[in-house]
């Protein structure tokens, strides 16, 4: 089955700084990639996704590239805020299939 | 979108005793997952729960030690029988994410702490 690494595990960065975390994963066929933010107490939230057909997608201060001859995406957060502070999770899907996500990153924004 | 209720929200909970957690939806849904977050660890599916029939399992985790109950298209919970201290976890209640509805939405969570 597919398996997902992520990497850094941790990421402390200064406010106004940009943060990235990469993930890998496994099975070429995957087709969907989703980022999910989790705060502290809270359920994982999605906060961005690409599908394999397009290399890159932002929304305001996130983005996503995929390279689907690596097979690897990334998460780049701009500018960061105090209150992007939280565990991130990437996530990788074949087909129909369930998500397989990695392990985490827990980002801290020192202000 | 999809609202989803879990609780209880946190418990402690003795070893050797059973805890059932529920989840609630705001909408009718097909298929509901409950996965496992260990400390420090990814999300880890344990099971998918549908309707009216017997939920199905993913490698490792067995029916007699979390049974699942899916009695309708909203509702569904899951149970941590003869709880070890290493069933520590935050439980967690999803939909979506498979077939054609691509997003998952999740619970708040259940953090449990066996002693």
């Known amino acids: 089955g597919e398996n997902v690494e992520q990497h850094p595990s941790t990421l402390s960065v200064q406010e106004g700084d940009s943060a990235v975390i990469k993930c890998t994963y496994s099975d070429s066929a995957s087709n969907y990639f989703p980022w999910y933010k989790q705060e502290l107490g809270k359920g994982p939230q999605l906060i961005i996704d690409?599908?394999?057909?397009?290399g890159e997608k932002k929304d305001q201060r996130i983005a996503v590239t995929l390279n689907k001859t690596a097979k690897h995406f990334s998460l780049h957060i701009t500018e960061t805020q105090p209150e992007d502070s939280a565990v991130y999770f990437c996530?990788?899907?074949?087909?129909?299939?369930?998500?397989?996500f990695g392990k985490g990153t827990m980002l801290l924004v020192s202000p | 979108s999809a609202v989803i209720s879990q609780k209880p929200s946190r418990d402690i909970c003795q070893r050797g005793t059973s805890l059932t957690i529920q989840c609630q939806v705001d909408?009718?849904?097909?298929?509901m997952f409950w996965y496992r977050q260990q400390p420090g660890q990814s999300l880890t599916l344990i099971a998918t729960?549908?309707?009216?029939?017997?939920?199905?399992?993913e490698s490792g985790f067995v029916i007699d030690k979390f049974p699942i109950s899916r009695p309708n298209l909203t509702f569904s919970t899951l149970t941590v029988s003869n709880m070890s201290p290493e069933d520590s976890s935050i439980y967690l209640c999803s939909v979506g994410g498979r077939g054609t509805s691509t997003e998952a939405f999740f619970g708040q969570g259940t953090r449990l702490t066996v002693v």
């Open positions: 909408s009718q849904v097909t298929m």
């Open positions: 729960a549908n309707q009216g029939s017997e939920a199905t399992y």
């Open positions: 996530a990788a899907r074949l087909g129909y299939s369930t998500l397989t």
């Open positions: 690409i599908r394999s057909n397009v």
